[in-house]
């Protein structure tokens, strides 16, 4: 064998030996079994409906990897409605493709279609959750992610007993869809949840409900590892378990400092991993949830699910099991009493890096806003539209996906001249606002960003038709919570009490009532991401916008090609 050949096997053979060590530095490639989406009759309230399911179940599956795993999943709709399906909280580097929201990443899946999802993990650790994108079908179809350490590494604390989805959601006694359709065309409120469920079931306190109650049995002396949700569609919500303390040690795929509270807050798309050490007398034990409600007159569900933490042993049951406290609807204290507690883990085994110094400065509102219509003739306020903003731009989202266009270069589908700052100032959380503030622009902006370049946003909620507590999401990344306050943002004060130590680091965000929080993050993922209130109302008013985060100089830092079998439009 010459030389020359010699050398080109041995060049060969290091490539496939590195590439060997890349694919077990960043994980396996799984393939999971199909999600099939299916109509599927589910009773509860005392009445049955058919629901939007993934391979008929409510919730869905859960999907378990460990740390950066890349997952194929294949997606079949047999149902009758276009669909996506996104997996919140992971960051999908290169890859926006396989992200899911509706018209921003791709045309939906059609009915008797298929797509297969790309899932790629990366630096994500604990509880994520998957869920639909489109519409309001995300009421039903959604699951819980299990994200495990790597092999060669544990959790920062004793690994538990088990390991348990708790996952909180909303449930309609009317089709959703129609709910959805009947608020847009008449520009009012959509109808509040009937109920809130646990696991999928009400609990106790609702009609018809009891059987079904979901019960989680545990050992005294045992702890366990609750992988809480919330799924739910438009409440942030309050949970508790009677004579139990939680410990929570993750939010949104990253640890915190272990936080021992009563009660936890969490809002709609955000995940804690929390322990629970069964040390009570052996008993029966309610765990609930009710919904934190902060806007003045805003209407919300008032109701209160339930589960039972149900120890093992010999014990007479009590007649009914003890009941937690927890906060009143409206206790924006305890909000901000527990909010303030979660700080980054920042160990040897998990650092992370707050970007010290900031590219781009924005500075953006949330609003609920009000349009005129002819004749005062929608439901919303003295006969308007009841729509959305950030930076009084009310988000309209386009019939063709955003990724494609800006991929193919297809002008007219959005404007790249998202502000830097709200177009006009004033008092935003007075008692009391003129009501020519209160009309938007509907319009279809992006903000488009340099890749790793270090963006901090601040997010000012406004008091236009009464403020409300709002849970942003960004897809594509983690961020950092670097601060946070009510009032209106100082520029020069605010800072100063930035914490650049140990914020912590998740992808949804409450933004207190009347108040604001500043968050950062490096643009180091190239690719098309949706930023939106996660209250499902507010999103699908339009407090919306679309970070797009250029390639950067090499393949390796720019978004992956375009898949050949994405779904059109």
Not at 168 to 178: H, P
Request: charged share 15%; hydrophobic share 35%.
């Amino acid at each position: 064998m010459g030389l020359k050949n010699r050398v080109l096997i041995s060049e060969v053979l290091l490539f496939l030996l590195l590439d060997g060590l890349l694919f077990l530095a960043y994980g396996k490639t799984i393939v999971s079994p199909d999600y099939v989406l299916m109509e599927s009759s589910y009773t509860r309230l005392c009445s049955t409906k058919k629901i939007l399911t993934v391979n008929g179940q409510f919730p869905g599956p859960a999907i378990h990897v460990q740390k950066g795993d890349t997952l194929i999943l294949n997606v079949i709709n047999k149902g009758k409605y276009n669909v996506t399906l996104h997996w919140h909280g992971v960051k999908q580097p290169r890859n926006p493709w396989s992200d899911g929201p509706e018209y921003i990443t791709q045309c939906p899946i059609k009915p008797g279609a298929k797509f297969s999802y790309e899932i790629i993990f990366s630096s994500e650790e604990g509880t994520l959750w998957w869920h639909a994108h489109s519409d309001w079908s995300r009421a039903t179809v959604h699951g819980a992610i299990f994200v495990y350490p790597k092999n060669g590494t544990s959790y920062p604390f004793p690994k538990p007993q088990e390991e348990v989805p708790i996952i909180l959601g909303s449930w309609f006694k009317g089709d959703v869809m129609a709910i959805l359709d009947e608020a847009l065309v008449n520009g009012g409120e959509p109808n509040l949840s009937d109920a809130f469920t646990i696991n999928g079931q009400p609990g106790d306190l609702y009609s018809c409900s009891k059987p079904g109650t979901f019960r989680m049995l545990v050992q005294q002396g045992k702890t366990y590892l609750l992988r809480m949700i919330n799924a739910g569609m438009n409440e942030e919500l309050f949970f508790s378990i009677a004579k139990h303390q939680l410990t929570v040690v993750g939010t949104d795929g990253a640890y915190i400092k272990p936080l021992t509270v009563d009660y936890v807050l969490i809002t709609p798309g955000q995940t804690m991993d929390i322990l629970l050490t069964a040390n009570k007398p052996l008993s029966q034990y309610y765990m609930a949830a009710r919904a934190y409600s902060s806007g003045l007159g805003v209407p919300f569900d008032n109701t209160t699910t339930t589960a039972i933490l149900q120890y093992s042993g010999k014990y007479t049951a009590p007649s009914s099991p003890a009941f937690p406290s927890l906060p009143y609807y409206n206790d924006t204290a305890a909000v901000t009493k527990f909010t303030k507690g979660l700080r980054s883990l920042v160990s040897k085994d998990h650092p992370i890096d707050v970007p010290k110094t900031v590219n781009i400065r924005i500075y953006t509102t949330i609003s609920i806003n009000t349009y005129p219509c002819a004749n005062n003739s929608c439901d919303g306020p003295n006969g308007s539209r009841v729509l959305a903003s950030m930076s009084n731009i009310s988000f309209v989202t386009p019939s063709i996906d955003i990724l494609g266009a800006y991929y193919r270069k297809i002008s007219g589908v959005f404007e790249t001249n998202f502000p830097n700052q709200p177009p006009y100032f004033f008092d935003f959380t007075a008692n009391e606002l003129p009501s020519n503030l209160s009309t938007p622009t509907k319009a279809t902006k992006v903000k488009v960003v340099d890749y790793n370049s270090v963006v901090e946003i601040v997010i000012q909620g406004t008091n236009l038709n009464s403020g409300e507590n709002h849970p942003m999401h960004l897809h594509g990344f983690s961020f950092y919570l670097v601060g946070s306050g009510f009032g209106n943002f100082n520029n020069v004060s605010d800072p100063k009490g930035y914490n650049l130590v140990d914020p912590p680091e998740v992808n949804t965000v409450g933004v207190p009532k009347n108040g604001w929080s500043a968050i950062r993050f490096r643009a180091d993922n190239p690719g098309v991401w949706f930023m939106h209130c996660h209250l499902e109302r507010h999103s699908t008013w339009g407090m919306d916008t679309v970070f797009i985060v250029k390639n950067g100089p090499t393949q390796a830092t720019s978004m992956k090609p375009k898949p050949g079998n994405m779904p059109p439009c």
